[in-house]
């Protein structure tokens, strides 16, 4: 699986977006990007998924550029509650349901009142 | 989304005790779980695949005879820690793949704290 590259961590005020950038530019033309959060002492929160077109879902929007390099998690109004670790994971999809998830070192969202 | 449950949510035991983990996927079967393991401040490592009918895969440098996975039915998967030791005290969480949708998406557990004295 390709390997991300994510800041290590970053602050944003309650209210406001918060911009999480993921670089992969040895992604594959069959590897998406996922998105997971983890709240402290919790277990890992799907956020959203994408191949190649931008996605959007009620918790999230996922902006890919078009060669794929990198992309960038928008959560649009960050609340406190959106304080937790954001990993950025680049993976073969498939519904064998066999293929492993990595996880790096992911970004340390402190949102801030 | 998906619920995946685990039991027990924290434990406690003594050095030279074995402790098993419960996953279980509420929502759908799974013939695939992972494993994981967290120390504090670390991301999630990954330690093995749990496979229905056949022996689990386990990742490089996890000892298989010190963690036995058992992968009983299409929704539970087991975990257990022989022999547990201090340094085996760490957060585990296990996850399931959603594998109706193309892109299998994981769900994860909330996770079980062990604490070996």
């Known amino acids: 699986d390709a390997k991300t590259t994510q800041p290590t961590s970053m602050d944003c005020a309650e209210g406001r977006a918060a911009n999480l950038p993921c670089n992969h530019s040895?992604?594959?033309?069959?590897?998406?990007v996922y998105w997971y959060r983890q709240i402290h002492s919790q277990g890992p929160q799907y956020i959203i998924h994408?191949?190649?077109n931008n996605e959007t879902n009620e918790m999230a929007s996922l902006i890919i550029t078009e060669d794929r390099k990198s992309s960038t998690l928008i959560l649009p109004h960050a609340t406190l509650r959106d304080t937790a670790v954001y990993y950025c994971?680049?993976?073969?999809?498939?519904?064998?349901?066999?293929?492993?998830?990595?996880f790096g070192a992911g970004t340390r969202l402190f949102v801030k009142a | 989304g998906a619920v995946v449950s685990q039991h027990p949510s924290w434990v406690i035991c003594k050095s030279g005790t074995s402790v098993k983990i419960e996953c279980r996927s509420l929502?759908?079967?799974?013939?695939?779980m992972f494993w994981y393991r967290q120390f504090p401040k670390q991301s999630l490592m990954l330690m093995a695949t749990?496979?229905?009918?056949?022996?689990?895969?386990?990742e490089q440098g996890v000892e298989k005879d010190k963690f036995l996975i058992n992968h009983a039915s299409l929704t539970l998967s087991t975990l257990t820690v022989t022999s547990a030791h201090p340094e085996d005290s760490s957060f585990y969480i296990c996850?399931?793949?959603?594998?109706?949708?193309?892109?299998?998406?994981?769900?994860f557990g909330p996770g079980t704290r062990l604490t070996v004295l």
């Open positions: 040895t992604i594959s033309g069959n590897e998406y």
């Open positions: 749990s496979n229905e009918g056949s022996k689990a895969t386990y």
């Open positions: 994971i680049v993976r073969v999809g498939g519904n064998t349901g066999g293929f492993k998830t990595i």
């Open positions: 929502d759908f079967q799974a013939t695939t």
């Open positions: 996850s399931v793949p959603d594998q109706a949708r193309y892109t299998d998406t994981q769900y």
């Open positions: 994408g191949l190649k």
